[in-house]
Nanobody, 117 residues
Framework: QVQFVESGGGLVQPGGSLTLSCAAS????????MGWFRQAPGKEREIVAR????????DYADSVKGRFTISRDNAKNSVYLQMNTLTPEDTAVYYC??????????WGQGTQVTVSS
């Protein structure tokens, strides 16, 4: 079973930047697409960015387009989310996962991002 461990969250002021990292276990990381998801308090989890297996195609939710950049390093079994021009509306727990999922979806602990002055 593939597992994901997110890191890099923290407290940042509005307008600031953060880079999130996700480490995946397993030897087939380079064969599947990955996504970054987030869940704000009282809201459903939503996908904010997706990258295909090679990194050649990326897609973003309208709310983060132009501010967030997803990337991956298949040699390191890792995917990243560079977040710029953060706003309080970006406050959430951020998760990474395969998208579409590989078998039953299992979520890691996520990493908290708080945007506040």
């Amino acid at each position: 079973q593939v597992q994901f461990v997110e890191s890099g969250g923290g407290l940042v002021q509005p307008g600031g930047s953060l880079t999130l990292s996700c480490a995946a276990s397993g030897r087939t990381f380079s064969s599947y697409a990955m996504g970054w998801f987030r869940q704000a308090p009282g809201k459903e989890r939503e996908i904010v960015a997706r990258i295909n297996w090679s990194g050649g195609r990326t897609d973003y939710a309208d709310s983060v387009k132009g501010r967030f950049t997803i990337s991956r390093d298949n040699a390191k079994n890792s995917v990243y989310l560079q977040m710029n021009t953060l706003t309080p509306e970006d406050t959430a727990v951020y998760y990474c996962n395969a998208d579409p999922p590989i078998g039953p979806r299992s979520w890691g602990q996520g990493t908290q991002v708080t945007v506040s002055s």
